[in-house]
């Protein structure tokens, strides 16, 4: 291919594949591009002196295997008394289109043993209140037919649950009712580990992985994107050309939209959220407690807010983990910039921002409140889950920073909640990514649809190549569960 330089410098600068982010994202495109088109020139460029530092760093995330199985806020409840699981379904199908990914890789020796990033870990859902209760079975009720969902326990039972969850049911009250729904299927996973490998395996078949590299803009050209690179070491600038480019810099995609200009998001904005966790490795607490437990949002909270008591290993190290706490911050990343949020809000969305507050008042007084909360108030909500919590034992921990896409929805602004958007503007050659959870979990399945997005016209010779990377690919997983057993599955390890 030609070279040719942009701005100030000379370097090689064409590329077929340019991934702007060094997140779970960027790596599993990647890897998947690889797999398909081994011919492809590929570039990844991060901000940050190393690799899924941001979302994907095992203490950025809760690292919970996202499949539906405990998650109420996966299940709503309708007006009329029935409840909605069709989002819990597509989140389970999601994370085994990850874990089919996973196991292919690891049958290729490509992420190394999977007891390195991916451990069994019972899910439950925790109900409390004739209310709670209700929901927790309308669930099981939906859901236990489903083989996704294979193996779900409901129980009110006292001592079954104490054996199950001993350090949750040490010295709890007898009065209340209470209920659980356990799933042995659960996992932990550490993606920052998963994504360390991916970039491992991309730079060892030829991958340019450049870390500490700021991408300071992009803009079109007759054969895709010019970008203009700031080496943050060097103290240079220089530019890249990439046929085709992806955006997944997690908070820092939006600004580089609207630098860019892209048709179609001028209307958008983003609204940043931080969350802190109580952290403790104390050996008699991580002891008493394998598992994740999610319960309900409190009344007026927002659906990302649900508690949940997690055991966490990250770097191989045991650790539980309570929360979310919202904290709030300005900045796109966590390593981003104070005027992240101002410099966002332009004179085409302004109006979109005011809107989004304005209906979803109860989200900002959730933020409020919780911006002011005490450590004691913290331990309090704690001692919901854990009864004998001692303040001294637990340790506040911020997580990472999402961004919550803000957009126009039915004609005025509007937080759009859960999930990922993939934006693949008119102008082409061009996938970015924006929004948060359940991300790294459906890491697979989204990257997957970008690829059908982007390259319509060659998904056709690469169906046979992706089914052996992700089996059943092109039909809802759930209907290809034979092949998942096919596998090496890390998760029923």
């Known amino acids: 291919m030609g070279r040719r330089p942009f701005g100030e410098g000379a370097c090689p600068v064409d590329y077929d ?85 996973w196991a292919t890789l690891v049958r290729d020796g490509m992420l190394g043993e999977p007891e390195d990033f991916i451990r069994t870990v019972p899910h439950f859902g925790f109900a409390h209140g004739a209310d709670g209760i209700e929901h927790l079975r309308l669930r099981h009720e939906a859901l236990q037919g489903n083989p996704l969902f294979d193996g779900m326990t409901m129980t009110r039972d006292r001592d079954q649950m104490s054996e199950w969850l001993p350090l949750m049911f040490d010295g709890r009250s007898p009065r209340g009712e209470v209920a659980l729904c356990r799933s042995g299927g659960g996992t932990d996973v550490d993606y920052g580990v998963i994504t360390r490998r991916l970039y ?44 085709f480019v992806f955006l997944g810099a997690g908070g820092g995609t939006l600004p580089l939209l609207q630098r860019a200009g892209v048709d179609g998001i001028s209307d958008y904005g983003g609204f940043p959220i931080s969350g802190q966790f109580l952290r403790t490795d104390a050996a008699h607490l991580v002891a008493g407690h394998h598992a994740k437990v999610y319960g309900h949002a409190e009344p007026g909270a927002p659906a990302i807010s649900v508690p949940h008591l997690d055991t966490r290993v990250v770097d191989g190290r045991r650790y539980l983990m309570f929360g979310p706490f919202a904290a709030f911050s300005p900045r796109f990343l966590r390593r981003g910039g104070l005027m ?21 008042r109860e989200m900002v007084r959730y933020l409020v409140g919780q911006l002011a909360m005490s450590q004691d108030a913290r331990i309090r909500s704690l001692r919901r889950f854990v009864p004998t919590a001692e303040a001294a034992d637990w340790q506040l921990a911020t997580a990472g920073q999402r961004v919550q896409v803000v957009k126009r929805i ?38 997957l649809d970008v690829l059908e997005r982007s390259f319509p ?14 089996p059943g690919v092109g039909s ?18």
């Open 17 to 101: 594949v340019v991934l702007v982010g060094g997140g779970i994202m960027s790596a599993t495109l990647g890897m998947l591009l690889r797999k398909v088109a081994p011919e492809l020139s590929i570039l990844v460029l991060e901000r940050l002196d190393g690799l899924g530092l941001e979302s994907s760093s095992g203490w950025n995330n809760a690292g919970t295997g996202h499949a539906g199985l405990c998650e109420f806020n996966y299940t709503p409840l309708n007006a009329d008394g029935t409840i909605d699981v069709s989002s819990a379904v597509t989140v389970g199908e999601q994370f085994q289109a990850s874990k089919q990914f």
């Open 200 to 243: 491992e395996g991309l730079a060892g078949q030829g991958a340019d992985i450049r870390t500490g590299q700021d991408v300071r803009s992009l803009s079109r050209s007759r054969t895709g994107w010019d970008l203009k690179v700031r080496d943050i070491a060097g103290d240079r600038t220089y530019g890249v050309h990439g046929a």
């Open 340 to 360: 992240d949020l101002p410099r966002s809000v332009t004179p085409q969305n302004w109006t979109t921002y005011a809107g989004a507050g304005i209906h979803n």
């Open 410 to 447: 039915g004609g005025r602004g509007a937080i759009a909640g859960f999930g990922t958007e993939i934006v693949t503007p008119r102008e082409g050659r061009l996938a970015a990514l924006l929004g948060a959870s359940p991300g790294a979990s459906a890491s697979a399945s989204i990257m």
């Open 457 to 470: 016209d060659r998904m056709i010779g690469w169906r046979d190549a992706l089914d052996d990377v992700v």
């Open 476 to 493: 809802r997983v759930v209907d290809g569960a034979d092949g998942v057993l096919k596998l090496f599955d890390p998760a029923r390890q």
